[in-house]
C-alpha cells in the first residue's frame, strides 16, 4: 500500500463525511441564527427555545435528503470495496 494511496482514501474520506454532514451542519447554524436573533429581539433567554427547531428541521431535512445521502455513503463504499484487491497487491 502506498503512501499516496492512503493520501487518496483519507482525502476521499474526509470529503465524503463533509458532503455528508454539511447540509445538515448548515440548517441547524442557520436556524440557531435565526432562533438567537429572535431570542435577543423579545428579550427571551430560555436555552432549550433553540433545540426543538433544530430537532425538527435537521430531522426533516435528513428525511428528505436520505437518498442523496446514501447515494453518497453507497457509491464511497462501493469505491473501496472494488479498490481493495489493488490495495493488497
Do not use: C, N, Y
Not at 474520506?13 to 423579545?42: E, F, H, R, W
Amino acid at each position: 500500500m502506498s503512501h499516496q494511496l492512503v493520501i487518496d482514501l483519507t482525502r476521499d474520506a474526509i470529503l465524503t463525511a463533509l458532503m455528508v454532514a454539511a447540509p445538515l451542519l448548515l440548517i441547524a447554524l442557520g436556524i440557531g441564527l435565526l432562533v438567537s436573533i429572535i431570542q435577543s429581539v423579545t428579550q427571551i433567554q430560555e436555552q432549550t427555545l433553540s433545540f426543538v427547531p433544530k430537532l425538527v428541521l435537521v430531522g426533516g431535512a435528513f428525511i428528505v435528503g436520505m437518498p442523496w445521502l446514501l447515494q453518497i455513503l453507497i457509491k464511497f463504499t462501493t469505491q473501496i470495496i472494488r479498490g481493495i484487491p489493488a490495495m493488497v497487491a
